[in-house]
C-alpha cells in the first residue's frame, strides 16, 4: 500500500524561509504528477505548485518567485521550497500525487497527504 507523509512544516517569521517535503512509501513505480495545494478555512483549497513526470512546472501566480518545487525520483518524493514568506501563506499544506504505479503493477488515480501546517507570523 502506497501513503503519503509530510514533513516540514512550522511557524516562521514573514519573509522567512521553509522546505516542505512529501515521500510516497512503498514501492512505487512512477508518478505522474506531484501537486502541493494549500488551504484555509472559509477558503477553496488552492492549487500552489505542480510538477510532472517529464519535469513540467507550474505554480500559482500568488507564489511565482517565492516558491520553488522539485522532486528526487529516486526517493519518491517531492519538495516545497518556500522563500520570502507571507502572513498571507498561512494555511495547511497538503501534497497531491496523481496516476501512481507500483512496481506489483498496482496503480491509484490519486493520493493526499495528511497535511502540514504553516504559519506566517512575527
Known amino acids: 500500500q502506497v501513503q503519503l507523509v509530510e514533513s516540514g512544516g512550522g511557524l516562521v517569521q514573514p519573509g522567512g524561509s521553509l522546505r516542505l517535503s512529501c515521500a510516497a512509501s512503498?514501492?512505487?513505480?512512477?508518478?505522474?504528477?506531484m501537486n502541493w495545494y494549500r488551504q484555509t478555512p472559509g477558503k477553496q483549497r488552492e492549487l500552489v505548485a505542480s510538477?510532472?513526470?517529464?519535469?513540467?512546472?507550474n505554480y500559482a501566480d500568488s507564489v511565482k518567485g517565492r516558491f520553488t518545487i522539485s522532486k528526487d525520483n529516486a526517493k519518491n518524493t517531492v519538495y516545497l521550497q518556500m522563500n520570502d514568506l507571507r502572513p498571507e501563506d498561512t494555511a495547511v499544506y497538503l501534497c497531491?500525487?496523481?496516476?501512481?504505479?507500483?512496481?506489483?503493477?498496482?496503480?491509484?488515480?490519486?493520493?493526499w497527504g495528511q497535511g502540514t501546517l504553516v504559519t506566517v507570523s512575527s
Open positions: 510538477i510532472t513526470r517529464d519535469d513540467r512546472i
Open positions: 497531491n500525487f496523481q496516476d501512481i504505479w507500483t512496481m506489483e503493477g498496482y496503480s491509484y488515480r490519486e493520493l
Open positions: 512503498g514501492n512505487v513505480f512512477s508518478i505522474e504528477v
